[in-house]
């Protein structure tokens, strides 16, 4: 489970957690904060375990690695749930773009770090073709 190891996934759920604790738990607002580091940090927590999923409980092995296409899908899907279908059924939630915009960087943030695939695994793929 490399996935769940790497420095970037390590940093965006201590984050979070430490996020959540401080803003719900000991009530310290800090609003730009408050407002955009869940989005920035949810699509690389989302996606990492989605790359796990698939590379356990699929068995498509340590190898694999989730295509731009999984990672577009996936971010589009939690948009439209977070943006669109939440705001409708709950007052309590609204649309902001600015938050799909930051869905969109964490989403890249996971593509260019958590998902690449490290040079000591693409020699030994390159090897066993």
């Not at 709950?90 to 040079?119: C, H, M």
């Amino acid at each position: 489970m490399k996935v769940l190891t790497s420095p970037v996934f390590i940093i965006c759920a201590l984050l979070f957690v430490v996020h959540q604790v401080l803003q719900k738990g000991l009530a310290i607002i800090f609003p730009m904060v408050d407002r955009y580091l869940d989005n920035l940090l949810t699509m690389p927590i989302i996606l990492s375990l989605l790359l796990v999923e698939r590379q356990y409980l699929f068995k498509r092995g340590k190898a694999h690695r989730l295509s731009a296409l999984d990672v577009v899908v996936a971010t589009v899907f939690i948009t439209l749930i977070s943006e669109i279908i939440f705001p409708l059924l709950s007052k309590d939630f609204t649309t902001d773009w600015r938050d799909v915009a930051f869905l969109g960087l964490g989403s890249l943030i996971f593509y260019v770090t958590i998902n690449k695939i490290p040079a000591k695994e693409k020699d030994q793929n390159a090897s066993s073709d």
